[in-house]
Structures are given as C-alpha cells and as structure tokens.
C-alpha cells in the first residue's frame, strides 16, 4: 500500500483520482468546517497550578 496502490487514499491523491476511500463529498465539507473556523483564534487554556515538591520522609 504506497504511492502505486490505486485502492488507497495515498495512492489515489497520487493518482489524482477519487473513489470510495477519497471521496469528493468529505473533502469539500471538511474543507469547509475548516474555513468557517475563524483564523488565529485559539481556545482559551488556563494555566495549571504547578505541583510543589514533597518534602521527604525522615
């Protein structure tokens, strides 16, 4: 399965054909959800609190 495999995904974007394994339908509407999300936004992620060292058993 590479490049020559015309039942492949990989193979068939080499080919430049599609089929059951690259459909034209899910790459427009992927292509879409991609677009209608706004560029440069990143989801806000709140800083973790950082773990403080244990002290050692005596």
Do not use: H, Q
């Amino acid at each position: 399965m590479g490049k020559g495999d015309k039942k492949s995904t990989k193979g068939k974007r080499t080919i430049g054909s599609y089929g059951n394994s690259r459909n034209r339908k899910s790459i427009k509407a992927r292509l879409k959800r991609v677009a209608s999300v706004k560029v440069g936004a990143k989801p806000a992620v709140e800083a973790k609190p950082k773990k403080t060292a244990r002290k050692k058993a005596e």
